[in-house]
């Protein structure tokens, strides 16, 4: 990506070249960062200390007699800030605080290898000392974990603090000697760490901009999805998501032997209100109604969905009869509530409902197209009488013929 966006080249090059990315992203790279290092570290400390066991035995082979004493009594020193680094890497709680406090150890590291040297009159001590020194310094730079400017300022630092032990309370450094170990050396060292962490910053912009880019494509198809079940005026479920829904719950139920309810609400002389009020105004309208009613879907199953038009339709799985009925009445008495204006639905002068409603229990037979069917003819009968009301569906009474010998014949 990279490569072929402009905008992320000019983030990308100033970013890796000075080691700095723009606010935000820097903060997000440093946590990265400091969270990689630390889980390295809890690993290579134990390495480092074992590397450093190996180097002081070596050493401590060849010094000449006479200094044994106080190189090893000083140098140990390094040792003990090894292992108290890897100790405080153990705890998570620390995580946070890992480049203080093995920044501050790699400081009294280099300050400890660079003035030993200045104590030691024995040449051959002396060229030995010194490999500790290009130790410490290879330690630090590569394997620590620490930022480059971290790691550059905890060598240089601790490199002029044990110069300046050295020269006030010994006998002083070996430049030449120094410069062979401790100036090229470091020089060595900060040409790879720099290098290092160019390479980790590419990685971590290359990773956040992919998660950036699964994020936004995750976001745009939940967008998706939703505007596919989802009615855009009223933001209530439209009539695909319904389907899907009766369908689901009306298995639900036969499987649970369970009742299921459905409610179909019309608005009372929508048509007028449009023509009188205008569309617009009946759009609020509707949205006014749907809020309403969406107060009415708070348990698992339960759904308000947006029929088509001015038509609603609410679905209750588990609700019997009595509940349904006692739910249509509120619907009604909700609606009312609202004071809507409506200057042509007759003497109320207010928008109302009416609601058909249909209760089956699928166990018992039919199917989902039946019940909604049953609502419908509910809806049909609440107009019919008189609007701003609710009707439950009863099936029609079984007609008997009476045939011409008298007997009676069910039809």
């Known amino acids: 990506m990279a490569e072929t966006d402009p905008r992320s080249r000019r983030v990308v090059v100033p970013g890796v070249r000075w080691l700095r990315f723009p606010r935000r992203l820097e903060a997000e790279y440093r946590d990265y960062q400091c969270l990689e290092a630390v889980d390295s570290f809890r690993v290579k400390a134990f390495y480092i200390l074992f590397l450093y066991m190996l180097l002081v035995t070596g050493i401590y082979a060849l010094a000449p007699e006479a200094v044994l004493g106080l ?61 500790s020194v290009i130790y410490a310094l290879v330690i630090v730079y590569a394997m620590v974990g620490l930022r480059f400017p971290v790691a550059t300022l905890a060598c240089w630092a601790g490199g002029m603090v044990g110069w300046f032990i ?13 410069h062979r170990t401790y100036t090229g050396v470091s020089l060595l060292g900060m040409f790879l760490c720099y290098t ?54 009306w298995r639900r139920c036969q499987r649970d032997k369970r009742p299921l309810a ?17 569309h617009l105004q009946g759009d609020e309208c509707l949205r006014a109604l749907a809020e309403e009613l969406g107060r009415y879907s ?44 409506h200057a042509e639905n007759g003497a109320s002068g207010e928008v109302t409902i009416s609601v058909g409603v249909a209760v089956r229990t699928p166990a018992d037979g039919g199917t989902s197209l039946q019940l909604l069917d049953e609502a419908d003819r509910a809806l049909y009968q609440a107009k019919q009488s008189g609007r701003d009301n609710w009707r439950l569906y009863e099936p029609p009474p079984t007609v008997r013929l009476v045939s011409d010998n008298g007997n009676r014949k069910d039809d």
């Open 196 to 249: 290092e962490e160019v390479r980790g910053r590419l990685l971590f912009f290359n990773q956040s901009q992919l998660l950036r880019q699964q994020q936004r494509t995750q976001r745009l198809a939940e967008r998706l999805h939703r505007l596919s079940r989802e009615d855009s005026l009223t933001s209530l479920a439209n009539r695909r998501y319904f389907d899907e829904a009766l369908d689901r719950e």
């Open 298 to 341: 708070r348990r698992g199953g339960d759904l308000v969905a947006r029929f088509g038009g001015e038509e609603f339709i609410l679905l209750y799985p588990g609700v019997d009869e009595t509940e349904a009925v006692r739910l249509a009445s509120r619907l009604c008495r909700s609606v009312r509530a609202l004071g809507i204006p």
């Open 71 to 131: 190189w090893l009594g000083t140098y140990i020193w390094v040792g003990v800030i090894v292992l108290a680094a890897g100790v405080l890497a153990q705890f998570r709680a620390l995580d946070r605080y890992f480049p203080l406090y093995a920044g501050f150890g790699s400081f009294l590291a280099v300050t400890l290898s660079m003035a030993i040297p200045g104590f030691l009159d024995v040449p051959e001590s002396v060229q030995l000392a010194n490999v």
């Open 166 to 178: 050295a020269e006030h309370f010994g006998r002083g450094i070996d430049w030449l000697m120094a």
């Open 262 to 278: 459905i409610m179909l609400v019309d608005v009372d002389r929508f048509k007028a209100y449009n023509d009188h009020y205008g």
